[in-house]
């Protein structure tokens, strides 16, 4: 089995971050990744929150696994979690959301989760 870890990195901007649009059928389960480097730096983070939401609600007994949790990357500013299953047709909010250690800053990287029909 091969694997594959999706990452999408949080950039600080004026103008906002761009959403990153990930589709996958409803049997799929894989890895993602949000790397908050360029926003903590070489500070110390906790992970707040993974969450996914979709128009009906609350999806994240659905969406984000629970094994493996959604963790810290030792060392790093990077969060990882699995994404799975799904409503075929829906949209998802993936939310992760974490708090700078060092200042208290809060920082949320987002991405859309489309969960194809076929």
């Known amino acids: 089995m091969?694997?594959?870890l999706l990452t999408f990195v949080m950039l600080a901007t004026a103008a906002g971050a761009q959403t990153l649009t990930v589709t996958k059928?409803?049997?799929e389960s894989f890895d993602c990744s949000v790397d908050f480097t360029q926003v903590i730096g070489a500070d110390a983070m906790t992970l707040s929150s993974v969450t996914a939401t979709s128009k009906a609600g609350d999806a994240t007994a659905t969406v984000i696994a629970s094994?493996?949790?959604p963790a810290?990357?030792?060392g790093t500013a990077i969060v990882t979690y699995r994404v799975q299953g799904g409503?075929?047709?829906t949209l998802y909010r993936v939310s992760v959301k974490v708090i700078d250690a060092t200042n208290g800053a809060q920082w949320e990287g987002v991405?859309?989760?489309q969960i194809s029909t076929q």
């Open 111 to 113: 991405m859309l989760l």
């Open 2 to 4: 091969r694997r594959v």
């Open 67 to 69: 094994s493996p949790a």
């Open 87 to 89: 409503q075929p047709g």
């Open 72 to 74: 810290i990357m030792p």
């Open 25 to 27: 059928t409803s049997y």
